[in-house]
């Protein structure tokens, strides 16, 4: 028999162990928010082991969906004219904010405050205070039908892409008017930035191009070929490269951003759309819109491992 106090020293350790693990909420796996447009749901993932694990009724339409820095709050745009705010917890709608006409991409900004909402029948970009759960102002765009309204790594501008048009137009925050546009393909969708701030690249569907913004110069710096219909955007959190979603292709490519060139392509569903991508950059998710479905990237590997059934056409995913 071994010794009482090894024994004791020995359960000590693995009741300390155990703890650690039950109150450290950095081991528990991201969940991902699908927002299923013709359902009207959100859809739940863990990403700890692909399932879904719940779903939330959101409204009419839900496409944009962002969540909180606090993690206990998404803001999901539905149609016709509003955002609505979900509790997490709750798992039910708690408020709703009238914005622009048809509100399509959500975002949040780098500090956590503000919200962004294109409106694309309005023609303008509503903006959303976190802390209060109200719109600030709202900016109208010259360009028709704006889909996606980015804040910049400072969170001192926004950046417009119309899709009725081949323009992105550059807000800012503080003096809340468009202050600068730039010309890109035509009907520009998805905008992302890098983890430094220094570039951001806009996927202009018509174009089947993704183009590279200076971000400090705002300036259009180089074009780069992608599939058939570039959709969407994420950035790894490395900054070495950046996934292009691909209507048109159904598939993923794959773009090295030291060399500003796809070098493969990853095979997904039907009309791919919003991506999110893992904290960890080991695992990106796909909203598949036409095969109800959202496809799991190893983005290690850079193969699709898996599809995961979720509501009826979804749009948008988000990653907390």
């Known amino acids: ?28 796996a991201p969940f991902a928010y699908v927002s299923n447009e013709k359902s009207g749901t959100i859809s739940i993932i863990d990403t700890a082991n692909d399932a879904v694990v719940g779903e939330i009724k959101a409204g009419e ?8 820095a606090d993690g206990k709050q998404l803001y999901v745009s539905t149609q016709p004219d509003s955002v609505a705010i979900i509790d997490i917890a709750e798992r039910r709608v708690v408020n709703k904010i009238v914005t622009g006409q048809s509100p399509e991409a959500v975002y949040l900004s780098p500090d956590g405050r503000l919200v ?14 976190v802390p209060t759960q109200r719109k600030v102002f709202t900016v109208k765009t010259a360009g028709k039908n704006p889909e996606h309204a980015v804040f910049s790594a400072d969170g001192r501008s926004i950046y417009v892409g119309a899709e009725d048009g081949d323009t992105v137009e550059i807000i800012d925050v503080a003096a809340r008017k468009v202050v600068k546009s ?7 969708r998805g905008i992302a930035f890098s983890p430094d701030g220094s570039r951001a690249y806009v996927a202009a569907e018509n174009a089947n191009k993704v183009y590279v913004v200076d971000a400090v110069k705002q300036e259009v710096v180089t074009a780069i070929e992608g599939g058939t219909r ?6 790894h959190p490395s900054g070495a490269r950046i996934y292009v979603s ?17 070098t493969l392509t990853i095979p997904v569903g039907k009309r791919p759309w919003g991506m999110a991508i893992t904290p ?11 095969s109800d479905s959202i496809s799991v990237i190893d983005t290690e590997k850079n193969v699709k491992l898996r599809d995961i059934s979720v509501g009826q056409m979804p749009w948008g995913v988000v990653i907390r």
Do not use: W
Not at 116 to 129: F, H, L, P, Q, R
């Open 246 to 262: 691909n209507g048109g292709d159904g598939s993923v490519s794959l773009i090295d951003t030291a060399s500003n060139k796809a």
């Open 182 to 188: 730039l010309q890109v393909g035509k009907r520009p």
């Open 116 to 129: 962004s909402v294109a409106g694309e029948e309005s023609n303008d970009v509503s903006v959303i205070d």
């Open 230 to 235: 570039t959709n969407n955007l994420a950035v």
């Open 280 to 290: 960890d950059g080991k695992k990106l998710y796909v909203a598949n819109g036409r």
């Open 61 to 68: 339409s839900p496409r944009g969906i962002a969540v909180t």
């Open 1 to 28: 028999m071994k010794p009482i106090t090894q024994q004791l020293r020995r359960s000590a350790l693995g009741l300390a162990v155990c703890v650690s693990s039950l109150g450290s909420p950095t081991l528990a």
